[in-house]
């Protein structure tokens, strides 16, 4: 989908060779203003008030992916519709 819209990708993470920490989610969370979470086909939005680090893992207890952050907007796990409201 992202090459279909002719998205670029600014930096990838590989999340088994490069784990985020808490510290890593913490400003990730402060540098957005709004969370979307998605699971399967469920979608909740978060302000970053709202939101927490606990927010951004499965039930695993690792991070979600993919997370995908464009302005002050961040994506979190995979939902097509919220992917295309995202990248437009």
Request: proline share 2%; charged share 40%.
């Amino acid at each position: 989908m992202l090459e279909r819209k002719k998205a670029g990708v600014r930096e990838e993470r590989q999340s088994r060779k490069a784990p985020m920490s808490d510290a890593d989610a913490r400003k990730l969370l402060d540098s957005v203003s709004e969370i979307v979470i998605s699971r399967g086909k469920a979608t909740r939005r978060l302000t970053r008030k709202e939101a927490n680090v606990e927010d951004l893992r499965g039930n695993a207890g690792a991070f979600r992916a993919p997370m995908l952050k464009k302005g002050k907007t961040l994506l979190v796990g995979f939902n097509e519709e919220e992917l295309e409201k995202l990248i437009g």
